[in-house]
């Protein structure tokens, strides 16, 4: 099994920054990938970021590259979001995920879920 704990979320204003932080935890180890994804209210899920497990093959949505910046440290099972230079349509619940398929799927697909960390952006 494997747990996904999300943490770092706030208000903050336009412009300005935060970090969030997805800790793995269970008897699953390294996942072969974790990223986080963005559900605003009354939409879907929408991809943000992707990592792999030796953080490589970082992906990005196109509306925050440049701005964000995904990493990994295996060791600790643990994924970092930086968010910064933030727009009020960063606004939603940011959700951490794992994709445990075997190594030589292509792509990326997340499987297990955190709960989320709100993040609010006002203008």
């Known amino acids: 099994q494997l747990a996904l704990v999300e943490s770092g979320g706030g208000s903050v204003q336009a412009g300005q920054s935060l970090r969030l932080t997805c800790k793995a935890s269970?008897?699953?180890?390294?996942?072969?990938?974790m990223g986080w994804y963005r559900q605003a209210p009354g939409t879907e899920r929408d991809l943000v970021a992707m990592?792999?497990?030796?953080?490589?093959?970082?992906t990005y949505a196109d509306s925050v590259k440049g701005r964000f910046t995904i990493s990994r440290d295996p060791a600790y099972d643990t994924v970092y979001l930086q968010m910064n230079t933030l727009k009020p349509e960063d606004t939603g619940v940011y959700l951490c995920c794992a994709d445990l398929s075997p190594a030589q799927t292509p792509g990326y697909y997340c499987s297990r879920w955190g709960r989320g960390t709100q993040v609010t952006v006002s203008s």
């Open positions: 990592i792999g497990r030796a953080g490589e093959g970082a």
């Open positions: 269970g008897s699953i180890h390294s996942p072969r990938a």
